[in-house]
């Protein structure tokens, strides 16, 4: 009664708005900042209760709208494994959300407890970080009232300001025990990414200079704190790092832009950064957890995007070849999959898979291209949208510890491949453990940007967004690859995908905003505008 009274208290400091509903979705909840207080209040309460159910095991918090306005929010989940919080219990925190008074939330608070079997009497132990958002710190407020609403039983530590990824970092390390996973802090995450680096590349540097457009968001801060760990194997040049700057967050910059455009922000394009020809660039989002690569084609100039799909192929292919050298024989052989989504450009489908690497497609959102991944021995995941990172299952891991080399080569390989297990972020895609993951490849394989961007050549692809009245009605099947509802709009998108040549097409409704999405390639430019516009039409 004493705890009941306490979150009563001060869930009346934080009432939901009238005529909002909220649903946790594929980035948790996220919508303008200003609706979210009582959301980050519920949220707190139903993180304790999952991790006094799961005895005391450490859960994270993140608050971040990742590449969403500056006055977007939102706020997600990290299950002890460090991985998204499990979906069943998606809609528990949806059921919190959208109750309507203190007093109902009080009823399903306590429903919920007694449904999920949580022993109150259980410790609890949550972490808990926001981005540069201005809107950050009240929200992070209205979450502590929360927490403080349980007493000291909760023990509770605030990372502060910093990126998605090293929030994962430190709820997995700090629920690893046994500290093989390394330490659970900033710190700790940039030791042991910057040491696995300097084993990896150490005697290849100094490598070319690479400019990273931070969004303006937190990815600078983790930048400037990566780098002076790195010394001087790399030289970075961090543009776009104005995180206190009104409104600068992701606009005309960021991951998103460039990939949305195919185009470089602005601020990269009128500096000049990328004129010298072979130079590189990236671009990180709003909370670091996605990146691309792009540069200048080195005759004509123009833009040239190296994306999730070119990422996932140099580093599966990389992979396959370093186990080959490692000479790891029979049953013990690790194997390289790849996992991509419907967006991955069918060009890279077919390089890979033309190359016997097997590739799954499964529906958009990481936490789909996370599960799939655990699936292989080294499993390769990147979204198109530069989402993505490389697991190592416990048995790869466990065949390379053990592996006995038959040579100096296959030693070399197989203490390389543990360093990139090291230096790949195993919780969660990471753009700063992936900017290294690109840099260590391209100096292993000898490759400047043009290299690599030379294994295939992408489809021209076109995505649409349309404003429907209800995109409920559109449900989508075999990967988001085709629609079973409304009836019959499947044969017609597959007699638009006939009539040009590879063409290919598919609509999904959008988990994070209210509309659908048309995706279209095909083998020329102009094809791809005439099937973009079909389906458009035959959606609207
Ligand atoms: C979310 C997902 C991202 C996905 C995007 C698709 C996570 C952490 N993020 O941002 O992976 O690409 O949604 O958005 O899972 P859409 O459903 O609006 O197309
Ligand atoms: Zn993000």
């Known amino acids: 009664a004493v705890l009941l009274n306490a979150i009563a208290d001060g869930a009346n400091e934080y009432p939901k708005p009238e005529q909002v509903t909220y649903t946790y979705g594929t980035a948790g909840f996220r919508t303008l900042a200003i609706k979210l207080p009582s959301v980050l209040f519920r949220v707190a309460l139903l ?24 006055p977007d929010n939102g706020v997600k989940l990290v299950d002890p494994s460090g991985e998204m919080l499990d979906p069943n219990w998606e809609h528990h925190a949806t059921a919190l959300a959208n109750c309507p008074t203190t007093e109902s939330l009080i ?10 079997r949580v022993d109150l009497h259980q410790p609890a132990s949550i972490v808990y970080a926001r981005d540069t958002r201005p809107s950050g710190p009240d929200l992070i407020h209205a979450l502590e009232a929360g927490f403080k609403a349980f007493g000291a039983s909760v023990k509770v530590v605030d990372v502060g300001v910093t990126t998605t990824p090293v929030l994962h970092h430190v709820v997995k390390a700090t629920n690893d025990k046994s500290g093989a996973y ?25 490598l070319a200079p690479l400019y990273v457009d931070c969004a303006n968001g937190v990815g600078a801060n983790a930048l400037t704190e990566l780098t002076k760990y790195l010394g001087d ?8 790092t104005a995180t206190s700057t009104p409104g600068a967050l992701n606009s005309q910059c960021g991951a998103d832009f460039v990939k949305t455009r195919q185009a470089l922000p602005p601020s990269v394009q009128s500096a000049g950064y990328l004129s010298k020809p072979g130079t590189r660039g990236c671009s990180y989002d709003g909370d670091a957890d996605r990146i691309v690569y792009y540069y200048l084609h080195e005759n004509k100039g123009t833009f040239r995007l190296l994306d999730g799909d070119k ?3 140099m580093v599966a292919m990389f992979f396959g070849d370093l186990i080959a050298k490692a000479k790891l024989e029979g049953d013990s052989k690790v194997k390289v999959g790849v996992v991509q989504t419907a967006y991955a450009n069918g060009s890279s489908t077919k390089y ?13 959102g990481v936490k789909h291209l996370h599960h799939a991944a655990q699936r292989y021995d080294i499993g390769v995941y990147f979204e198109a949208n530069g989402h993505g990172t490389v697991l190592f299952s416990p048995r790869a891991l466990q065949t390379l510890q053990e592996a006995k080399p038959t040579s100096p080569d296959s030693a070399n390989a197989i203490k390389h491949l543990l360093a990139f297990s090291d230096l790949i972020n195993q919780a969660v895609g990471d753009a700063l453990s992936d900017m290294l993951l690109v840099e260590a490849v391209l100096a292993h394989r000898g490759w400047g940007a043009s290299d690599w961007d030379a294994g295939y050549e992408d489809l021209p692809n076109r995505l649409v967004k349309v404003e429907v009245p209800d995109r409920s009605i559109f449900v989508a099947t075999d990967a988001e690859r085709k629609l079973v509802h409304p009836a019959g709009l499947q044969e017609e998108i597959e007699k638009a995908m006939a009539k040009v040549e590879m063409g290919r097409s598919f609509v999904r409704p959008s ?17 791809v505008e005439t099937l973009a516009k079909i389906v458009v039409d035959l959606v609207e």
Request: hydrophobic share 35%; net charge positive; aromatic share 4%.
């Open 233 to 240: 194997i790399i030289t970075i040049h961090p543009i776009n």
């Open 511 to 527: 988990g994070t905003e209210d509309c659908v999405r048309v995706y279209a390639e095909a083998k020329s430019q102009v094809d």
């Open 182 to 206: 390394g330490k659970p802090t900033v710190e700790g995450y940039m030791e042991k990414m910057s040491s696995a680096f300097k084993t990896l590349v150490g005697n290849k540097g100094p």
């Open 311 to 313: 990422v996932a192929v």
């Open 107 to 116: 009823s399903t608070f306590t429903t919920l407890v007694s449904h999920l």
């Open 352 to 364: 890979l898979t033309s190359r016997n690497i097997p590739v799954t497609c499964v529906s958009t």
């Open 47 to 70: 993180a304790v209760l999952r991790s006094k159910r799961l005895e005391g095991a450490t859960i994270g918090v993140m608050v971040t709208a990742s590449h969403n306005p500056e």
